[in-house]
């Protein structure tokens, strides 16, 4: 098991910044990708980005690339998400996850949320 941890969320104007926090404890040695992922009111949760732990590789969704980058810290097993030039079409509830295996494309850990609200 991984237990997950967000924090960070908070109400910023557009253009602002936030950077959001994701500390894992428990099989951290188990997480091959950490994952970001949100959630609007009335849509589906979609995936942002993610950070593989092996080589810190980063994948983004076109919507964040250039404004939002993913990093790591392995001492302190957390994933940050710094998240620039906010939109209000970046409002939602952001969950970090992990997906244990190269061979299983699923998520299986997953957080709290944390919310973000970006104000026009």
């Known amino acids: 098991q991984v237990q997950l941890v967000e924090s960070g969320g908070g109400l910023v104007q557009a253009g602002g910044s936030l950077r959001l926090s994701c500390a894992a404890s428990g099989r951290t040695f188990s997480m091959f990708i950490m994952g970001w992922f949100r959630q609007a009111p009335g849509k589906e949760r979609e995936f942002v980005g993610a950070i593989r732990w092996s080589n810190s590789d980063t994948y983004y969704r076109d919507s964040v690339k250039g404004r939002f980058t993913i990093s790591r810290d392995n001492a302190k097993n957390t994933v940050y998400l710094q998240m620039n030039s906010l939109k209000p079409e970046d409002t939602a509830v952001y969950y970090c996850?992990?997906?244990?295996?190269?061979?299983?494309?699923?998520?299986?850990?997953w957080g709290q949320g944390t919310q973000v609200t970006i104000s026009s």
């Open positions: 996850a992990v997906r244990p295996s190269a061979a299983d494309p699923q998520y299986h850990y």
